[in-house]
């Protein structure tokens, strides 16, 4: 099962839109996904006790990650970097098992040209100290305003090929993951 993080909690987000996009092309191959809209999280995470005990309400979150075998984070960029509710829902995450030796893909989008760039970055470095394995197949929708359509299809036929290759690189990936590390 991948597990696809739509990496904001803003409601109606052009990152939730992305994430079902992809969300549609994982099934299209025939493979098993579960959407993780951070909209939707437990307001009890938000709480400073949440660092000691978990709130129950967020083990629904916790299992899906831990269950999945790999990742797809879809974040958008806000001010030079990742939502802070992203990085907070990483931190409420177990560790170190919730990515250890983990697939995870990335796909940034923004409103400016460089398509969450510095975003994606951060978050690597965070997914590596974590010891995930980075899919190195990563996609970058700048000016996202301008690459959906109203069905949520993209505008643009590179955009659509980009995301259909990592789509499809990414099942072979985690796949061979699996056989390596079971």
């Not at 177990?94 to 697939?103: G, H, I, L, M």
């Not at 398509?115 to 951060?122: I, W, Y």
Request: with cysteine; net charge positive.
């Amino acid at each position: 099962m991948i597990c696809l993080i739509a990496g904001t909690n803003r409601p109606q987000s052009q990152t939730l839109r992305v994430t079902r996009i992809l969300e549609k092309r994982y099934k299209a191959l025939g493979v098993a996904t579960q959407v993780l809209d951070l909209n939707g999280l437990p307001s009890e995470i938000f709480l400073p006790s949440a660092y000691t005990e978990k709130p129950h309400s967020f083990a629904p979150y916790s299992d899906a990650v831990l269950k999945a075998d790999g990742l797809v984070v879809v974040t958008p960029e806000y001010n030079g970097s990742f939502p802070g509710v992203l990085k907070l829902f990483i931190d409420m995450l177990k560790f170190p098992e919730s990515f250890e030796r983990k697939p995870v893909a990335f796909v940034g989008l923004a409103a400016g040209m460089w398509g969450a760039l510095r975003s994606v970055e951060q978050l690597e470095g965070i997914f590596k100290y974590r010891n995930a394995f980075l899919f190195n197949e990563r996609v970058f929708l700048p000016r996202v305003e301008t690459q959906l359509n109203a069905d949520d299809s993209f505008t643009q036929a590179l955009t659509g090929q980009l995301v259909e290759s990592q789509v499809k690189n990414f099942v072979s990936y985690v796949e061979q993951v699996k056989k390596l590390h079971g």
